[in-house]
């Protein structure tokens, strides 16, 4: 259990995303000073946590305010500001389960105790795939058939990674075609997947982060700690966004550049 500093914004970050952000009041101020007063090589990062739509932090206890997963924000850059603020550069590391929040006057801004959410990547493939391939193709667990059954569950995946990417790009297409702007969408949307080809845990979070989801639903993908069940979330979120542009013709909200969250606090 550690104790760290958050910043709550109003979506979730993920891990492997920039977050590039303007820091203007002095709470937040404080906490990027500290930061970088940190010893060298120290970790200089802080917890994004989402706020409830809806809620505001400063009118209800925070503990019913914020989400309670989150995700460290790793401070890369930080460009000071004449009126004393900052803007700076994040990039999403680590996930994190809030025990606990620590609320007083020193230091100004919210601190909270937390867990860390570890990635199930390797259990997943050893035993659930194998399992779950095991139960629907009615074999029997017989260790001479565990390297079929593995080669299996690699091939399901690389399968699901096509059809999450192939969706995207649909959907990135008929939000930009919706919105005029298909040009200058198509090249950027290309270029992410291409950056994260091959690494399906990386294709997960983009697709969380750069889709036009509700909140909700992006606090259901942060949550989720094995790939193949983001993934199989995104694909089924997909389509259903893809049968809304498709028949009412409309975006949820105004186009954002598909390379992540943007925001102030």
Same mark, same amino acid.
């Given at each position: 259990?550690?104790?760290?500093?958050?910043?709550?914004?109003?979506?979730?970050?993920?891990?492997?995303?920039?977050?590039?952000?303007?820091?203007?009041?002095?709470?937040?101020?404080?906490?990027?000073?500290?930061?970088?007063?940190?010893?060298?090589?120290?970790?200089?990062?802080?917890?994004?946590?989402?706020?409830?739509?809806?809620?505001?932090?400063?009118?209800?206890?925070?503990?019913?305010?914020?989400?309670?997963?989150?995700?460290?924000?790793?401070?890369?850059?930080?460009?000071?500001? $004449? *009126?004393?603020?900052?803007?700076?550069?994040? #990039?999403? !590391?680590?996930?994190?389960? %809030?025990?606990? =929040? @620590?609320?007083?006057?020193?230091?100004?801004?919210?601190?909270?105790?937390?867990?860390?959410?570890?990635?199930?990547?390797?259990?997943?493939?050893?035993?659930?795939?194998?399992?779950?391939?095991?139960?629907?193709?009615?074999?029997?667990?017989?260790?001479?058939?565990?390297?079929?059954?593995?080669?299996?569950?690699?091939?399901?995946?690389?399968?699901?990674?096509?059809?999450?990417?192939?969706?995207?790009?649909?959907?990135?297409?008929?939000?930009?075609?919706?919105?005029?702007?298909?040009?200058?969408?198509? $090249? *950027?949307?290309?270029?992410?997947?291409?950056? #994260?080809? !091959?690494?399906?845990?990386? %294709?997960?979070? =983009? @697709?969380?982060?750069?889709?036009?989801?509700?909140?909700?639903?992006?606090?259901?993908?942060?949550?989720?700690?094995?790939?193949?069940?983001?993934?199989?979330?995104?694909?089924?979120?997909?389509?259903?966004?893809?049968?809304?542009?498709?028949?009412?013709?409309?975006?949820?909200?105004?186009?954002?550049?598909?390379?992540?969250?943007?925001?102030?606090?």
């Amino acid at each position: 259990m550690d104790v760290i500093p958050l910043f709550p914004l109003g979506t979730p970050l993920f891990p492997g995303v920039v977050l590039p952000l303007q820091v203007f009041e002095p709470r937040y101020r404080r906490l990027v000073r500290d930061l970088l007063e940190l010893p060298e090589g120290a970790a200089r990062c802080f917890g994004v946590v989402a706020i409830r739509q809806g809620w505001e932090v400063e009118d209800v206890a925070p503990a019913e305010a914020l989400y309670d997963v989150g995700c460290t924000a790793r401070l890369q850059t930080v460009r000071p500001q $004449p *009126d004393g603020g900052f803007r700076i550069v994040t #990039v999403g !590391g680590d996930r994190f389960r %809030l025990l606990d =929040l @620590v609320v007083g006057e020193e230091p100004p801004y919210l601190q909270a105790e937390v867990e860390w959410l570890a990635e199930e990547e390797a259990a997943e493939e050893a035993a659930g795939d194998q399992e779950g391939l095991t139960a629907a193709g009615g074999w029997p667990a017989d260790p001479r058939h565990e390297d079929l059954v593995s080669a299996v569950a690699r091939g399901s995946m690389d399968v699901l990674v096509r059809g999450v990417g192939a969706l995207f790009g649909r959907y990135v297409t008929a939000v930009a075609t919706l919105t005029g702007d298909v040009d200058g969408e198509e $090249p *950027d949307t290309a270029d992410l997947l291409d950056a #994260v080809s !091959g690494e399906p845990r990386a %294709l997960s979070y =983009l @697709v969380a982060s750069a889709a036009l989801l509700t909140t909700e639903d992006r606090q259901e993908l942060l949550a989720e700690s094995a790939t193949r069940r983001r993934l199989q979330t995104e694909s089924r979120l997909l389509r259903r966004e893809l049968t809304l542009l498709e028949t009412i013709g409309a975006v949820p909200a105004p186009l954002q550049r598909f390379t992540g969250p943007r925001s102030v606090n």
